[in-house]
């Protein structure tokens, strides 16, 4: 699986943006998928994950009520909207994915494949 991240960019506080995640495999194939984020100097964090199917998802809890991940297994893309965006939202933002276990499984090791990031920065 090859996981391609795009949609990142600069926004001022308060803003939107939606970061896309491209599969070279059909998301139907079904991997859970999730978003994490990181930035310099920290570790790599659990953002969103969405189950097989789409219908259940998982937010971590610094952004629930402002992010929405949903994926549309037909363009074997996933999507992550960021709404009401905030300075400590910036990093560098990763699509990942995994055959088996959990899509609320928050540990980086747990995740089989990962995309190469993109950026988002929110200031003013």
């Known amino acids: 699986v090859q996981l391609q991240a795009s949609g990142g960019g600069w926004v001022q506080p308060g803003g939107s943006l939606r970061l896309s995640c491209a599969a070279s495999v059909r998301t139907s194939n079904n991997p859970h998928m999730a978003w994490f984020r990181q930035v310099p100097g920290k570790e790599r964090e659990f953002v969103a994950g969405i189950s097989r199917s789409g219908s259940s998802t998982y937010y971590a809890g610094s952004v629930r009520g402002r992010f929405t991940v949903a994926r549309d297994n037909a363009k074997n893309t996933a999507y992550l909207q960021m709404n009401g965006l905030k300075p400590e939202d910036t990093g560098v933002y990763y699509c990942?994915?995994?055959?088996?276990?959990?899509?609320?499984?928050?540990?980086?090791?747990?995740?089989?494949?990962w995309g190469q990031g993109t950026q988002v920065t929110v200031s003013s």
């Open positions: 990942a994915a995994d055959r088996s276990g959990s899509y609320v499984n928050t540990e980086v090791s747990h995740w089989e494949y």
